[in-house]
């Protein structure tokens, strides 16, 4: 089975920079898009950032210019680098991966979830 791993959360002030990962294992054929979403307590999930395989990006508009989503194929990881952090962007933030296990048939596969909270 394919599993996605998460790592990188925690607690920062206000101003600061966190680096989130996310490595896909397990029986992989191949991995189209990936990205980041996130979900604030009472709040809907909403996308953070999207990358393709030849690396075009998309980003929500109140991360753009301070987030930066990239991927390493060979390592089928995807990394979320988070500059100039404010609260508002508290929330859990989870990986998503759009993956073929055999050679028919995608799907989206989810993280577990990691925690990133933003002190004022």
């Known amino acids: 089975q394919v599993q996605l791993v998460e790592s990188g959360g925690g607690l920062v002030q206000a101003g600061g920079s966190l680096r989130l990962s996310c490595a896909a294992s397990?029986?992989?054929?191949?991995?189209?898009?990936m990205g980041w979403y996130r979900q604030a307590p009472g709040k809907q999930r909403e996308l953070v950032a999207t990358?393709?395989?030849?690396?075009?990006?998309n980003y929500a508009d109140s991360v753009k210019g301070r987030f930066t989503v990239s991927r390493d194929n060979a390592k089928n990881t995807v990394f979320l680098q988070m500059n100039s952090l404010k609260p508002e962007d508290t929330a859990v933030y989870y990986c998503?991966?759009?993956?073929?296990?055999?050679?028919?048939?995608?799907?989206?596969?989810w993280g577990q979830g990691t925690q990133v909270t933003v002190s004022s």
């Open positions: 998503n991966a759009y993956i073929a296990p055999t050679g028919w048939g995608y799907r989206d596969y």
């Open positions: 397990g029986s992989i054929f191949s991995i189209n898009g």
């Open positions: 990358i393709t395989p030849g690396g075009r990006t």
